[in-house]
């Protein structure tokens, strides 16, 4: 059984990968009630989630615990099968994995460096070019990490980066509780009120009130579903990510995203 938390599908797509691969299923975590899950039995547990701020994502990381806590009681943990993580991030995972393997003990963990989604700093981090070559080298890496699981090895290949302690121990903490506010979103005249983003939201922070999606928590889960998945590009937040392409998983294959990049090239070099 494979667990995955996703955003713009990433880690998702990743998932269903190494399932069709090892003949198993995925579940995805959100709303997902941990004692439902038996695990004794499994010959494969997995989790792939998306690295926020060198570590697993909060939501993951709560229902890890308590499929932890619940094995434990049960006692049933020692008796689960191979288990492995994946962390996908756009530069470095610093110590999410090790931090992971605290909670659920892990046999291996791997990292695949995938596209940026957070058009909205002040430095973006990929472009249509890179994006694509990330996606290339990804589809071969997903492939070797794919043949460890299948052998079993006891491993830890990830990109830790520099200063990985602190990142993910300190800054990580202060991500989650300084930096998931949804106050900058907002949308522009382009919105269609089509409710996708309501739909597809994970922390089921946005409400459709006449016609248009509002914010209505304080804090998400920041994985940016809502930005990059709106059809129109309506959706924006604070003031970087206006004219910045839009980034969701579509699979490896280039010509997925030819045309939409293709697209993105022709405005900018009509803004010029």
Not at 86 to 103: L, R
Request: glycine share 6%.
């Amino acid at each position: 059984m494979i667990f995955y938390f996703s955003g713009t599908g990433n880690s998702r797509g990743i998932a269903e990968m190494i399932a069709e691969k090892l003949q198993d299923t995925t579940v995805d975590i959100v709303g997902k009630n941990p004692d439902i899950f038996r695990l004794e039995k499994e010959a494969y547990i997995g989790f792939v989630f998306p690295v926020y701020a060198w570590a697993a994502p909060e939501v993951m990381l709560d229902f890890v615990k308590k499929l932890a806590e619940k094995m434990k009681r049960e006692g049933t943990f020692e008796e689960k099968g191979y288990s492995f993580a994946i962390a996908t991030y756009s530069n470095v995972a610093g110590k999410a994995i090790e931090q992971f393997s605290n909670i659920f003990s892990l046999q291996s963990g791997f990292g695949i460096t995938m596209p940026d989604n957070y058009p909205i700093t002040e430095r973006i981090l990929d472009t249509p070019e890179s994006t694509l070559e990330k996606l290339s080298a990804a589809k071969i890496r997903l492939e070797k990490i794919i043949q460890c699981i299948q052998r079993q090895e006891k491993v830890v290949e990830v990109k830790e980066g520099e200063d990985a302690v602190d990142n993910t121990y300190v800054k990580a903490h202060i991500f989650n509780e300084k930096m998931r506010k949804t106050a900058p979103y907002h949308v522009t005249e382009k919105c269609i009120g089509c409710g996708i983003c309501e739909k597809i939201c994970p922390a089921n922070a946005i409400r459709m009130e006449a016609g248009k999606p509002v914010w209505y928590k304080k804090d998400c889960y920041f994985c940016m579903a809502c930005l990059n998945r709106c059809p129109k590009e309506a959706i924006e937040y604070g003031k970087y990510s206006s004219g910045r392409p839009r980034y969701y998983f579509r699979g490896f294959s280039e010509k997925n995203y030819k045309e939409y990049y293709e697209k993105y090239r022709k405005e900018n070099e009509d803004k010029k």
